[in-house]
């Protein structure tokens, strides 16, 4: 039999035993992040101060990299230019259609499931099925909208949407709000889910109106959802690239960031010069500044959709 002393001497190891197992159980997940997350984020910021083409050897540059990038490359500044104003153009378009939409599919009493369902497949189509279709659809020879237009007589001949720099901006923004409007449909339709109902009963008895309903009640309540919209969505704006590069670089002969560059974004001159002209340590330091305008964005939409009460 097992005396006194070894019992006490088994408990200890036990509880260690115990404490260890949770640790274990995370280790695949921390050595999964630490090789494939963590370390590719160090080693770009190191490989930011070298010039280095992937075959010879790394020459250290220091800040020469981010000068050139933040002084002499105005594409640069054109990236950014046009990443912005395309966000400036779908953003506010997919939250307040997305809202009113979301509302009317709420307040359905037949077809709601329909319209649900309608609206949420172009999220989950490919972006390439949808760079083919805008492709298609906007293209000067063959395209619908020309064909359309003409026929109504509104217009004489086609127009060259693709090449016209403005108009390829707006095309990208409807392709972005086409792609992405059921998804925010689909979060603020959860957000009004959510909503107790005994909030319109009260306000149905105090004899609001659907308007004074949807402005007094539901858009308050809404307000952490179109802050969470809002970020997100700036972010993935900051890192639009699927969009411009199927449009332009598709079916059609590939060309990079489409006329006068004027749908070059961020993330297509990222990848142009790091795996087209091969300059990894150029295309590190792109990577970086995005990043950087990431964290700016980010924080100014978050102060600016919250009120001073919050911020409080």
Do not use: C
């Amino acid at each position: 039999m097992m005396n006194a002393q070894t019992v006490v001497n088994s408990k200890p190891r036990k509880r260690l035993g115990l404490r260890l197992w949770p640790y274990l159980f995370s280790l695949p997940f921390v050595l999964l992040y630490l090789a494939f997350q963590f370390y590719p984020v160090v080693y770009s910021f190191f490989l930011s101060f070298h010039e280095w083409n992937g075959v010879s050897e790394k020459r250290f540059v220091g800040f020469s990299n981010y000068v050139t990038l933040f002084t002499k490359d105005p594409l640069f500044y054109k990236s950014i230019y046009n990443t912005v104003v395309i966000m400036l153009m779908s953003l506010p378009t997919l939250i307040l259609s997305g809202m009113l939409l979301a509302y009317l599919i709420f307040n359905m009493v037949n077809g709601r499931m329909f319209f649900q369902t309608a609206n949420f497949l172009p999220y989950i189509t490919t972006p390439v099925a949808i760079g083919f279709i805008f492709s298609f659809m906007f293209d000067w020879q063959t395209g619908i909208i020309n064909a359309l237009f003409v026929k109504m007589g509104l217009l004489k001949d086609g127009i060259y949407w693709l090449q016209d720099p403005w108009l390829s901006r707006i095309i990208i923004a409807i392709m972005i709000v086409w792609r992405n409007l059921g998804y925010f449909i689909a979060i603020y339709l959860a957000g009004m889910t959510a909503i107790s109902q005994d909030v319109y009963e009260a306000a149905k008895v105090d004899g609001a109106t659907a308007l004074h309903t949807f402005t007094r009640i539901t858009l308050p309540l809404l307000r952490n959802i179109s802050v969470f919209l809002i970020v997100t969505s700036i972010i993935g704006s900051l890192q639009l690239f699927d969009e411009p590069k199927l449009l332009y670089g598709g079916w059609t002969a590939s060309q990079v960031g489409g006329p006068d560059n004027a749908a070059l974004t961020i993330i297509w001159k990222f990848v142009n010069d790091s795996f087209m002209n091969v300059r990894f340590g150029y295309g590190a330091t792109i990577a970086y500044a995005l990043f950087m305008l990431i964290v700016v964005f980010s924080i100014a939409s978050y102060k600016l959709s919250m009120g001073k009460g919050d911020q409080e």
